[in-house]
């Protein structure tokens, strides 16, 4: 009896957070794509040219892009609206499989309609944005906005393309301005020498096949598909067709096709994820292993200019120091010179002697 009271004063609660959670977020999201659309769309067009990181060349979204990025920032800028599209797939898939969790074929047919129907607006419309579809984004504006421009429709891809052209050339005048990146593109110049030669025609032909492979529209695709094949599995097996004992093998090889098909899926997806991080990583692990070259070399440098006096001049300081020896030794070093040559001033006199008396004895 305690239960039920429970329930029904937990009814009301969680009506109301079942209404804001799922109707509510949903509400608010497109919102704020719909809101702010222009921004948006001007954003992802900056982003596939690869700048507006910063405010100078991103003056107008650049707040835009802080505050909602997550939300929009992996689609084409004409698709920044696909999230809502997820949102609902997610949502028809949690509604059915508690609606009609009485009748699982029939919760399997649904869930296939809703995959099928999601795989089918996934092929044709290919939202998200990676970076080996950048440069077809950026010839699709180039397009409309001549088209805009001729046509004198829809004026909005050619103010986008004019700011553009803008945010462009002040990101170029900063890369001048930035020794940093003039050193990379004088490594880059030496790096790429050799454009022309089969080696570099065939990495090209391999970073082509990879963008193809790892592009994330490929992906979404694979995963849709994977799992409209489990759920077909799903309810070969819910029809108690392969129960019979003289269906046993064919239901043995159709498990191990699926167990093969969601392994395959995996490794795909961990291969994927691994591609993404690996260039992050590995080109922090290259600025680690160059500045350690570059400290390694300062440190080098000290110790050869370790001792040398610039700024004082041994001849007018009294203590004045060269190397390590002070006034002192080289005073004590330049007597025993003087004495050395007095000496051997002595020995010549008296060597001149002792010729003179060995000529005077020759002569007697």
């Known amino acids: ?101 009485g009748s699982p074929t029939f919760q399997f047919a649904i869930i296939l309609l809703i ?15 990676s970076s080996g579809e950048q440069t077809v984004i950026i010839r699709e504006l180039e397009e409309r906005a001549s088209e805009s421009l001729t046509e004198g429709n829809n004026r909005m891809y050619y103010e986008i393309y004019k700011k553009m052209l803008i945010s462009l050339r002040t990101a170029q005048e900063m890369q001048r301005k930035s020794k940093v990146l003039t050193y990379q593109k004088a490594a880059g110049a030496f790096w790429h020498d050799t454009h022309d030669t089969q080696q570099y025609k065939n990495k090209r032909i391999a970073l082509k096949a990879a963008e193809f492979f790892f592009d994330l529209n490929t992906v979404e695709s694979l995963l849709l598909g994977s799992a409209i094949i489990v759920t077909v599995s799903g309810i070969m097996f819910e029809s108690r067709e392969y129960d019979r004992i003289d ?63 610039l700024d004082t001049n041994p001849m007018l300081a009294a203590n004045a120091t060269i190397g390590k020896r002070d006034i ?28 003179e008396q060995f000529k005077q004895r020759s002569k007697q």
Request: charged share 25%.
């Open 1 to 101: 009896m305690k239960l039920v009271v429970v329930q029904q004063r937990l009814a009301t609660p969680a009506t109301i957070f079942l209404v804001v959670y799922s109707l509510g977020f949903p509400l608010y999201i497109a919102f704020i794509i719909f809101k702010n659309y222009r921004p948006i769309v001007e954003d992802q067009y900056l982003r596939a040219y690869g700048i507006g990181n910063d405010r100078e060349t991103n003056p107008d979204c650049y707040d835009i892009r802080k505050r909602y990025h997550l939300i929009y920032y992996h689609f084409r800028p004409d698709k920044c609206y696909w999230f809502l599209a997820i949102i609902s797939r997610k949502f028809c898939i949690a509604a059915s499989a508690l609606l009609f969790r």
């Open 115 to 129: 995959l099928f129907i999601a795989f089918v607006f996934h092929v044709r419309t290919r939202p998200y944005m």
């Open 247 to 309: 269906r046993a093998d064919q239901r043995d090889v159709f498990a191990t096709l699926v167990i093969v098909v969601v392994a395959f899926t995996l490794i795909y997806l961990c291969m994927v994820v691994f591609t993404e991080i690996a260039p992050t990583y590995a080109s922090r692990f290259l600025k680690f292993c160059l500045r350690y070259k570059v400290e390694k070399v300062r440190a080098n440098t000290a110790d050869l200019d370790r001792g040398v006096v």
């Open 328 to 355: 002192n030794e080289l005073e004590n070093h330049l007597e025993m010179s003087m004495e050395a040559l007095r000496k051997t001033k002595e020995q010549n006199e008296q060597f001149e002697r002792e010729k």
